[in-house]
């Protein structure tokens, strides 16, 4: 989409409800994959993001604190990762509706907390793992994707889980251009005992 402005951001926002305008934001990190960035916008659990343009430097991405709403949000070119997905609750839901994300050199979204996250109506392009559940995360939750309507092109995987913890994924509606897989499938390690 056509960006309608562009806001350059000096640190993280903080945001419960917040709505983007289709405006393009940019301006923390390196664009690199150091994993100490900080995101460019950590949402509060039951918030929303929507209609939002990200650019390079685009950080650590979203932060979800608890469970929530990404709807219509288009990483042009992905950070250390797109969006993080943190809650402790087993009952957290989180929604990606719409837009899509490109360059994603290793991850997009990142599941680290428990729960359920929904990936519906989703464009993901040249970008390695569409989803990934944290492989070696002090808390080895049990963790759930679904994927609704989602067409990847050049990427190398929709989804990462960890079978030994339990974790599930889902697939419909899937387009892919060129080759992917579907679902790799990991054990789990938890932080500390490697
Ligand atoms: O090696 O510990 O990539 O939150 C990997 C890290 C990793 C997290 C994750 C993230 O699991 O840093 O971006
Ligand atoms: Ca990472
Ligand atoms: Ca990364
Ligand atoms: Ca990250």
């Known amino acids: 989409p056509t960006a309608t ?26 664009g690199g994959q150091s994993e100490s960035q900080d995101p460019m916008f ?4 039951g918030g929303t993001i929507q209609n939002v343009i990200i650019d390079a430097p685009a950080g650590d991405g979203i932060h979800c604190l608890g469970s929530c709403t990404i709807r219509n949000v ?40 428990a729960g359920k996250v929904t990936i519906k109506n989703f464009q993901v392009h040249s970008s390695g793992k569409l989803y990934r559940a944290c492989g070696n995360c002090s808390s080895s939750y049990q963790r759930h ?3 609704d309507g989602v067409t990847a092109r050049s990427t190398k995987v ?23 897989v579907i679902c790799e ?10």
């Open 185 to 194: 499938k990991y054990k789990g390690v938890p932080k500390g005992s490697e």
């Open 42 to 45: 950590e949402v509060a659990n």
């Open 5 to 30: 402005g562009s806001v350059k951001l000096a640190d993280t926002q903080q945001v419960t409800n917040f709505d983007g305008g289709m405006k393009s934001y940019y301006g923390i990190g390196d």
């Open 74 to 113: 288009w990483w042009n070119d992905v950070g250390e990762d797109a969006a993080t997905f943190m809650s402790s609750s087993s009952s957290a839901t989180y929604l990606v509706d719409g837009g899509g994300a490109k360059s994603g050199s290793d991850k997009v979204f990142q599941h680290n907390g």
């Open 158 to 180: 929709l989804a990462g889980i960890n079978t030994n913890w339990g974790d599930t994924a889902r697939f419909s509606r899937i387009t892919v251009y060129g080759s992917a």
């Open 145 to 147: 994707v679904v994927m």
